[in-house]
């Protein structure tokens, strides 16, 4: 059940990010709920599935966007991983730390998809995408908050079972 309402969650992040939220992007950044829910797994469960999962929605991402197939899911698994790497060091009930992680984990995430991009030939423009992650991270600890309390919640719901 868990795992089917995370991805419901993900798919619905997936067509709002492509939808309404390019409607209010500023500066070319919208909010990625697909990377704040991979953070966020990551943070709970760890390297192994926080990659994993960042491999899995990010080609979720890749095939309903049609964009470089495969390229979001490289940059999502590693980003889900080093996450995951650092999440025995952080304390989760600090409401504030995964805000944070999540502001630090969008840089990450930028300049993943920046070196991924250059070794298969995209030409992209690493300082204009870096100034777009400045949006993203914006976007993205705007609506963190409210996505963490949820899945802090069901966490630890799912977990006294």
């Known amino acids: 059940m868990k795992y089917a309402l995370l991805v419901f969650s993900a798919f619905i992040g997936i067509v709002l ?32 599935h926080g990659g994993l999962l960042g491999v899995a ?22 980003t889900g991983f080093i996450v995951g790497l650092m999440s025995e060091r952080l304390y989760k009930n600090n409401f504030s730390i995964p805000v944070i992680t999540v502001f ?5 995430h930028g300049i993943i ?6 070794v298969i030939g995209l030409n992209l423009e690493g300082i204009r995408l870096m100034m777009v992650s400045i949006a993203d991270a914006v976007y993205n600890i705007v609506f ?7 899945f802090y919640h069901f966490y630890t719901l799912n977990k006294e079972e």
């Open 57 to 78: 929605f990010g080609l979720m991402e890749d095939l309903m966007t049609g964009r470089f197939i495969g390229l979001n899911a490289i940059c999502k698994g590693l």
């Open 113 to 118: 998809y920046v070196c991924c991009g250059a």
């Open 17 to 48: 990010q492509d939808t309404v939220f390019n409607a209010i992007s500023i500066a070319e950044g919208k909010p990625d709920i697909v990377l704040i829910l991979v953070v966020f797994y990551a943070l709970f469960h760890g390297h192994i």
């Open 144 to 150: 963190s908050p409210f996505f963490y309390a949820a």
């Open 104 to 108: 630090v984990a969008t840089f990450l």
